[in-house]
């Protein structure tokens, strides 16, 4: 076992061989609360479930949005896809952040629109998002 692990050498040491770091503990715990709050993990999972399904549904339901990843690899978290042109893809990060849907601009290497929608985001925001879309399709498609 690493000696950093081992709480004999600690407890031999009044605690003063290492700090732990008690902020990251506490953050810790304030997550596997919140945790508890949102059903546990399964709940979790079937919430983060949820919200990329709704995502992809959406992308799925036209040939205006192309998803990056081959379905059977999609992502529940970090929701990837493209516009029929890159400049409709600035067009549309650009509309989106100015109505408070920011952050879709795709990784710089790859281009393109990244929705990342991890544990803490809000199915509400990807609602919206999703509205946001079949508006801006409707408008630019």
């Not at 709480?7 to 008690?22: A, D, F, M, Q």
Request: glycine letters at 8%; proline letters at 4%.
């Amino acid at each position: 076992m690493p000696t950093m692990l081992d709480y004999r050498v600690h407890v031999e040491n009044k605690s003063l061989y290492n700090t732990p770091n008690t902020w990251g503990i506490y953050i810790m715990s304030l997550v596997c609360k919140w945790l508890e709050n949102q059903s546990g993990l399964a709940g979790m999972e079937e919430l983060n479930d949820s919200k990329a399904q709704l995502l992809y549904d959406a992308i799925d339901a036209t040939d205006f949005y192309r998803g990056h990843a081959d379905i059977d690899c999609r992502s529940p978290m970090n929701v990837t896809f493209r516009l029929p042109s890159e400049e409709l893809d600035k067009k549309f990060v650009s509309e989106a952040t100015a109505q408070g849907l920011d952050g879709l601009k795709g990784h710089r290497s790859v281009g393109g629109i990244r929705a990342s929608i991890y544990n803490a985001f809000p199915r509400k925001g990807v609602e919206a998002l999703v509205a946001f879309m079949k508006e801006f399709e409707r408008r630019n498609g």
